[in-house]
């Protein structure tokens, strides 16, 4: 059976990208959902010599392997300064040295929160622009802006404008994938 793979570009342990994460995947009810939170895997930065030294960390490996076994991908990224973290990018690094195609051809819904009023959304074209040149299919992007002001853990997106446009904008990356 396949499954759908979620995580945040985020290696924060209070990560509002990856509660974003977590709380889609919770709509996420007819296929299995594999939720990894990347806090829990701390990846060296990437350098060649460290490369040539110590090679792919099993981890690196199993990740790659997740992404490629995927039917479809939900990603949200946070925003460092205008762009997406070290973190993510260093990431991004890592798995294109592994195989430059480790994201070609799944379909991704990609998202992005902070708590500012723009919702990240620098970051979150950045990061599309990155995944699109690895041949990813980004199926649509979804920005949550003022992430305190909009988002609760149990009630979910608070804005009844924003989280119909959330509900619709996963519904059609679910759409994509079947």
Same mark, same amino acid.
């Given at each position: 059976?396949?499954?759908?793979?979620?995580?945040?570009?985020?290696?924060?342990?209070?990560?509002?990208?990856?509660?974003?994460?977590?709380?889609?995947?919770?709509?996420? $009810?007819?296929?299995?959902?594999?939720?990894?939170?990347?806090?829990?895997?701390?990846?060296?930065?990437?350098?060649?010599?460290?490369?040539?030294? *110590?090679?792919?960390?099993?981890?690196?490996?199993?990740?790659?392997?997740?992404?490629?076994?995927?039917?479809?991908?939900?990603?949200?990224?946070?925003?460092?300064?205008?762009?997406?973290?070290?973190?993510?990018?260093?990431?991004?690094?890592?798995?294109?040295?592994?195989?430059?195609?480790?994201? !070609? *051809?799944?379909?991704?819904?990609?998202?992005?929160?902070?708590?500012?009023? !723009?919702?990240?959304?620098?970051?979150?074209?950045?990061?599309?622009?990155?995944?699109?040149?690895?041949?990813?299919?980004?199926?649509? $992007?979804?920005?949550?802006?003022?992430?305190?002001?909009?988002?609760?853990?149990?009630?979910?997106?608070?804005?009844?404008?924003?989280?119909?446009?959330?509900?619709?904008?996963?519904?059609?990356?679910?759409?994509?994938?079947?």
């Amino acid at each position: 059976m396949s499954y759908i793979l979620g995580f945040a570009g985020s290696n924060s342990s209070t990560s509002i990208n990856y509660k974003l994460v977590r709380y889609t995947a919770s709509l996420v $009810t007819q296929q299995e959902l594999r939720l990894l939170n990347l806090s829990n895997y701390p990846f060296p930065v990437y350098s060649e010599d460290y490369e040539k030294e *110590h090679g792919f960390s099993n981890a690196l490996v199993a990740f790659k392997e997740d992404i490629q076994k995927a039917s479809g991908i939900i990603i949200s990224v946070n925003e460092h300064n205008g762009n997406p973290s070290a973190y993510f990018k260093n990431l991004i690094d890592w798995l294109s040295r592994v195989d430059i195609d480790f994201i !070609r *051809h799944q379909k991704v819904f990609l998202m992005a929160t902070s708590g500012g009023k !723009r919702g990240a959304q620098s970051s979150l074209e950045v990061s599309e622009k990155l995944l699109l040149r690895f041949g990813a299919l980004v199926t649509d $992007t979804f920005s949550l802006p003022s992430f305190s002001d909009n988002f609760d853990m149990e009630k979910g997106i608070l804005d009844t404008e924003l989280a119909s446009e959330h509900s619709k904008k996963v519904q059609a990356f679910l759409d994509a994938i079947r």
